[in-house]
């Protein structure tokens, strides 16, 4: 159920298709926790059974006995998108707190934006930690938008710990953990999505995810940065 409107973000991905048809997503998170807020009751689809999924940890067997909480929010998605091909054409409306934007673009770019937004906000503990990504989110991004953003957020997150006594990791060498297993999950989820699909839109927007979080693995195991020192020249001269 809904709470009041000044403790709810909402977001709202409309699909506008060539023949005319259009279908509304629509997203609810806490404004507090940034956890998802259910907008209507469903069942919980068999292929979502925490058992059938290999990327289970401890955490998140403790906290999800019997399901894995990504598969039951994007089941509806899945179930949409199951008989349209990912390069189709469509025109995107993404409405977030601020403002809206608007991409023509791929039916994958689309699904993959929307399921974005659901993947850390739905109670995985591992991809719980790109929730803040959430709050400020970026319909469309590109891997290197996504890239800048995540490990600004990153050493944001470093910078209150060492304010609050706590020992910063200015060498980013949790991150990459994190992205060890994200990695997982996202395969474990695409091998999934590909034996429930008809054609194949939703898987190709989970393997757009897994490309972001590949890239930005590499960058964080090479420890190379260099491609931002120019737009940093400034700070760095000083």
């Known amino acids: 159920m809904e709470k009041n409107n000044q403790n709810v973000l909402k977001y709202v991905y409309t699909f506008v298709f060539k023949d005319g048809k259009e279908k509304k997503f629509e997203i609810l998170l806490d404004r507090d926790t940034l956890n998802l807020i259910p907008t ?3 069942t919980i689809a068999e292929w979502a059974r925490r058992e059938q999924f290999k990327c289970a940890n401890d955490l998140c067997n ?4 019997d399901y894995c909480p990504i598969a ?3 089941d509806n998605i899945i179930k949409f998108f199951s008989d349209i091909d990912s390069y189709e054409t469509v025109k995107i409306y993404a409405e977030v707190d601020e403002r809206t934007y608007f991409k023509e673009t791929s039916v994958q770019k689309g699904v993959s934006s929307l399921i974005g937004i659901i993947m850390p906000t739905s109670g995985c503990p591992i991809l719980a930690k790109l929730k803040p990504l959430t709050r400020f989110h970026l319909p469309f991004a590109s891997i290197e938008e996504t890239e800048f953003r ?3 957020m990153y050493l944001f997150v470093q910078y209150m710990i060492m304010q609050r006594g706590g020992t910063p990791d200015w060498e980013m060498s949790k991150l990459k ?3 060890e297993d994200i990695l997982k999950i996202n395969r474990t989820l695409s091998e999934k999505v590909a034996t ?3 054609k194949d839109a939703s898987i190709n927007a989970i393997v757009a995810l897994d490309n972001f979080a590949q890239f930005i693995s590499s960058s964080l195991e090479y420890n190379d ?5 120019n737009i940093f020249r400034e700070w760095l001269e000083d």
């Open 40 to 42: 209507e009751n469903c």
């Open 62 to 65: 403790s906290m999800f006995e």
């Open 72 to 74: 039951v929010n994007i």
């Open 150 to 152: 995540v490990i600004s």
């Open 177 to 179: 953990k994190i992205y």
């Open 196 to 198: 429930l699909e008809n």
């Open 225 to 229: 940065l260099s491609e931002y020192e």
